[in-house]
């Protein structure tokens, strides 16, 4: 579990890191020349950009460079990582600044601090874990060390995306959605791409995700959880009612927990927004509170002899919804 999360950690961070490096290593080699010569030192400054002990070999087909504009743009980027992983786009733009690039080049700093990057047609693949999305607008803030890349500091990513999906068969749900918002903030280093994901929550400060125009692709045994879950409510129970129109989550990351403060979906299930405790490191208490406005009529009518049996019913109408568990024992729940 570990790898996996190591290998999905390299995998989200990884192509953000080697594209900036990269992109900006050629940019500024191209900088003092014509653009039309620019192209006759591409495989030095790649060479240079990528000489940091543990940057992985890059492969691309053509690179066309903008020196004015500070803009490279590089088609058909593939990047192989460990296990047979890998990364590739289709196109990708990296804009950045030129004053900072000349004062790098002049020796008056050692890197950059900001960069906007256009994806289009990207894919990561992980044994069977991909990450994909048609196009992209990415975003970094920090501090990009290009003559110790390991020192650098990525402190905001901001990621909007179109047609992108997510699985992996440990992360327990997939997703597709038409549209994708990713707004991170926190301090993420080289030592980042080595932690799994539960340690990689120990770098992030804020993560705020929004989404429409969705599905839910749950795993093979959530599959087969649902499967005994259908006696009980065969409309959750089947996959197809798992679509979205929109939802949201903004969330902090704490040392025990990981603190939802909002949530908000519009679903064919619910309508509904509210708040959770998720626990994390050694933490072990869960709550979640909804408010919720709307829910669906056969899972309303399939849920309430479930929560009969608990000593509850579940109110007509809206309706609040609170649920809380200390790790052991029998959860705790009410409806309002």
């Known amino acids: ?70 803009q490279v743009d590089i088609y058909d980027l593939a990047i192989p990582l460990e296990e047979g992983s890998s990364l590739h786009a289709g196109r990708i733009r990296v804009t950045v600044s030129p ?25 990561y693949k992980a044994t069977d874990t991909v990450v994909a999305f048609d196009v992209a607008q990415i975003s970094l803030d920090g501090s990009l060390d290009f ?8 402190q905001h990513i901001l990621v909007e995306a179109s047609n992108a999906s997510f699985t992996d068969p440990n992360a327990g749900m997939g997703f597709e959605s038409k549209t994708l918002q990713l707004d991170v903030t926190g301090k993420l280093t080289a030592a980042s791409l080595q932690k799994d994901f539960d340690g990689l929550l120990d770098d992030l400060a804020y993560i705020d995700i929004a989404a429409t125009s969705g599905n839910l692709v749950p795993d093979a045994q959530t599959m087969d959880q649902l ?6 409510s065969p409309w959750i129970a089947d996959v197809e009612n798992w679509s979205f129109k929109s939802a949201a989550v903004q969330a902090r990351s704490l040392d025990d927990e990981l603190a939802i403060d909002t949530f908000t979906l519009d679903a064919p299930l619910m309508e509904a927004s509210g708040k959770a405790s998720l626990p994390r490191g050694e933490g072990t208490d869960m709550a979640i509170s ?37 790790g052991t024992g029998i959860p705790q729940l009410s409806f309002d």
């Open 1 to 70: 579990m570990a790898r996996d999360g190591q290998r999905k950690g390299r995998g989200c961070l990884i192509t953000l890191v080697v594209v900036v490096l990269l992109a900006a290593g050629i940019w500024f080699v191209g900088l003092p020349i014509a653009n039309n010569k620019a192209e006759d030192f591409v495989d030095s400054a790649v060479r240079n950009a990528m000489g940091s002990p543990g940057i992985p070999r890059v492969g691309y087909r053509d690179i066309q460079i903008d020196a004015t504009r500070g």
């Open 99 to 123: 004053s900072e690039l000349v004062a790098f080049g002049m020796g008056r700093s050692s890197g950059i601090s900001k960069a906007d990057i256009d994806v289009q047609q990207f894919t």
């Open 147 to 154: 003559n110790n890349p390991e020192s650098s500091v990525i």
């Open 227 to 232: 499967g005994m879950f259908a006696a009980v």
């Open 290 to 326: 909804l408010e919720v406005a709307d829910l669906n009529s056969q899972v309303r009518a399939e849920l309430a002899p479930l929560a009969q049996y608990m000593g509850q019913t579940i109110p007509e109408g809206a309706f609040s919804f609170d649920f809380s568990w200390q």
